[in-house]
């Protein structure tokens, strides 16, 4: 207790707690994602090809809904979040390729993309529309 005023306090417990996470350097790839124990984490754009230091819990690369940290120069820049595969299979792209269909055709009320057999218009002779329209031209 002699030595009570030379303890230094913390103003902000949340610097604290970010203080002490385990530390990596990464490099981010050109798509804005990078490795961390064999899960895949995305952040912004901004940051492809630049190395950053990823600090985190081991505890956090269970839980995808928890991000990492990201820091430069000893100032955080942002946060990554592990990689939504499926949502991402699901994301509409502009300018790759052919345009994606819309309709599934599998629901009730969806029509298949291809036309049934029987729906398809055939060019038929109808002789009763024939005799129909030569008694109307007679008359």
Known sequence: MSQAHAVKMVSNPVFLDESFLLRVTRKINHDATFPLDNILYETDQQFAGIRLEVRYEPEWLGNPARPVLLYKDGLKVGEARQVDFYANAQLKRRGRGRPALQNTGTGPEDK????SISEIP?????????????????K
């Not at 298949?112 to 036309?115: G, K, S």
């Not at 055939?122 to 007679?138: C, D, H, I, N, R």
Request: a negative charge; aromatic letters at 4%; hydrophobic letters at 45%.
């Open 112 to 115: 298949p993309l291809t036309p």
């Open 122 to 138: 055939v060019p038929a002779v109808s002789f009763a529309e024939l005799l129909k329209s030569e008694e109307a031209g007679e």
